[in-house]
Nanobody, 127 residues
Framework: QVQLVESGGGLVQAGGSLRLSCAASGRTFTGYIMGWFRQAPGKEREFVAAITWNGGSTYYKDSVRGRFTISKDNAENTMYLQMNSLKPEDTAVFYC????????????????????WGQGTQVTVSS
């Protein structure tokens, strides 16, 4: 069984930074995509960023590119999302997820293409 556990959320002022962590355990992750999604109140869950399990390739939602950095520590089986220059519109529950299919050269941003999810961590950015 796959287990994903997020941590690192909290309350921060606009312009501040947070680093989210996603600890992975269980079935193999090698070759798969790991992603971060977020869901704001009343909105659909949306893609934020993704990384291949070996950390060699990354992909970002346009609105976070340059502010957020996704990374992995393979020795610790942990994925991170460093979030800088946070804005009130970044307020959401952030989830980490593993893709349902191995990476084949193209990143998927569709929620339905990820089949393992963490429980989420709340990020609140005050203005």
């Amino acid at each position: 069984q796959v287990q994903l556990v997020e941590s690192g959320g909290g309350l921060v002022q606009a312009g501040g930074s947070l680093r989210l962590s996603c600890a992975a355990s269980g079935r193999t992750f090698t070759g798969y995509i790991m992603g971060w999604f977020r869901q704001a109140p009343g909105k659909e869950r949306e893609f934020v960023a993704a990384i291949t399990w070996n950390g060699g390739s990354t992909y970002y939602k346009d609105s976070v590119r340059g502010r957020f950095t996704i990374s992995k520590d393979n020795a610790e089986n942990t994925m991170y999302l460093q979030m800088n220059s946070l804005k009130p519109e970044d307020t959401a529950v952030f989830y980490c997820a593993r893709s349902s299919r191995p990476y084949a050269g193209v990143f998927t941003t569709q929620r339905g293409q990820y089949n393992y999810w963490g429980q989420g961590t709340q990020v609140t950015v005050s203005s």
